[in-house]
């Protein structure tokens, strides 16, 4: 059973990351009301879209940037110190009807990066540690075709604790998954497998995943222990992730300022 993230039942969307300048003035782009404030000591990191709203709490503009591009941080080079050490808590509404879908989300806070953090960047490559996820022979009995829509996203459920349950999603965004909320590296689909899937991982989590937080929660009491995250995902899923060094795309900032007053 996939328990919820700081009591919250998330999901996620996943998109291919297209690297792009931040200049939008489309206004069905914007977010009808954001306020900004620095966060107080002591609260719990969080990103969360939830009906019309979208907030944020203890977050940094690189953690931002990443959730804006589906990016890992790795992938963000330049810019002044506070990018990374500064941290925000961001309150925005829509004022479109019905609720706010991931990818119309993530659009959003792009604008908001370029009109508040006057946030500008061009796309580059640089050479990377990564892990390249990639099939392995018992790919074809171990992944179930997806039977929803074949031109929709992937959504997730996930616990820091290394338990997943993904639908829908092309193995492109299985590794923008573990890319941004899971390994201290990028990850690049080089499977060559294409379709969408429906995925299920039961892993033992440590201290280099999550970022370090699922290192803060206690043990789960589980009659047998998973295996580590390598080991599962071959053996529950076909496939592997090779640790190399390759060129990775990145985003080179230009300009980026603190944001004034609300």
């Known amino acids: 059973m996939i328990r919820p993230l700081y009591g919250l039942a998330l999901a996620i969307a996943f998109l291919t990351p297209t690297i792009l300048r931040s200049q939008s003035t489309d206004n069905a782009s914007k977010f009808a009301v954001t306020t900004i404030h620095p966060s107080p000591p002591g609260e719990m990191f969080a990103?969360?879209?939830?009906?019309?709203?979208?907030?944020?709490?203890?977050?940094?503009v690189k953690d931002l940037i990443?959730?804006?591009?589906?990016?890992?941080?790795?992938?963000?080079?330049?810019?002044?110190?506070?990018l990374e050490s500064d941290k925000f808590d961001v309150m925005a509404e829509t004022d479109h009807t019905g609720r706010l879908a991931q990818p119309e989300a993530r659009k959003m806070v792009q604008q908001l990066?370029?009109?508040?953090?006057?946030?500008?960047?061009?796309?580059?490559?640089?050479?990377?540690s990564i892990?390249?996820?990639?099939?392995?022979?018992?790919?074809?009995?171990?992944l179930t075709a997806s039977p929803g829509d074949a031109n929709g996203f992937g959504t997730v459920g996930f616990t820091m604790l290394g338990e997943m349950a993904?639908?829908?999603?092309?193995?492109?965004?299985?590794?923008?998954?573990?890319?941004?909320?899971?390994l201290d590296r990028?990850?690049?689909?080089?499977s060559a497998i294409e379709g969408r899937y429906d995925l299920k991982l039961d892993w033992?989590?440590?201290?280099?995943?999550?970022?370090?937080?699922?290192?803060?929660?206690?043990?789960?009491?589980?009659?047998?222990?998973?295996?580590?995250?390598?080991?599962?995902?071959?053996?529950?899923?076909?496939l592997r992730l090779v640790p190399k060094k390759d060129l990775a795309p990145v985003l080179v900032i230009d300009r980026a300022e603190k944001p004034g007053e609300n």
């Not at 390249?132 to 018992?138: S, T, Y």
């Not at 993904?166 to 899971?182: G, I, P, S």
């Not at 201290?207 to 071959?234: K, Y």
């Open 47 to 60: 990103v969360v879209v939830n009906g019309r709203r979208f907030f944020t709490k203890e977050t940094s």
């Open 166 to 182: 993904v639908k829908n999603a092309t193995m492109a965004e299985f590794a923008n998954f573990l890319q941004r909320y899971v």
């Open 113 to 128: 990066l370029a009109d508040r953090f006057h946030l500008a960047f061009h796309p580059g490559r640089k050479e990377l």
């Open 186 to 190: 990028p990850v690049l689909d080089q």
């Open 66 to 82: 990443s959730y804006a591009w589906m990016v890992h941080p790795n992938q963000i080079v330049g810019g002044p110190e506070w």
């Open 204 to 238: 033992t989590a440590d201290e280099s995943q999550f970022h370090g937080r699922g290192a803060q929660l206690p043990a789960p009491d589980r009659a047998v222990e998973p295996p580590d995250l390598f080991t599962a995902i071959h053996a529950q899923l076909g």
């Open 131 to 142: 892990y390249a996820l990639v099939a392995a022979n018992e790919m074809p009995k171990k």
